[in-house]
């Protein structure tokens, strides 16, 4: 398995930050290794709510699909992804500092049949995509 662990600051109110990553549906926007991602189904986001993402990965793209196991308004999300090849846990916290809003970010990634060999030769290629990715959460929250 993989950790990744990000932090970024942002003068978004919290409760809008939230929101806003919560939302996987809108996550393309900000992580550049998304290709696309919708929500399956309607209402209110929250536990339950589903995003089918397709994710670059190994030259390709991989279909996934990302479920939100905890919902802690405001304060706390957690997204559980499924796909073929890796399973991703994300958790994602928000708190207030200083009039800006702290994301804390960690992602546990683990790989499935043949692909856990290769984890380790992954571990730095996969520390950037996290990177990248907070860095577009944090660029357009800032918006």
Known sequence: AVRLVEQRWVERAQDEAFIYAADFSNIEDWDPGVVS???IGHGPVGVGSQFELEVEFGGGTMPM???ITEYEPSDRVVLVGRGDKLVAVDEIRFSRHDNMTVIDYTA???FLNWYRHVTRLMG????????RALDGLAAELDR
């Open 108 to 110: 546990d990634l683990t």
């Open 65 to 67: 699909v990302y479920e």
């Open 37 to 39: 991602s919708r929500r």
């Open 124 to 131: 730095s290629s996969l520390k950037k995509v996290g990177t």
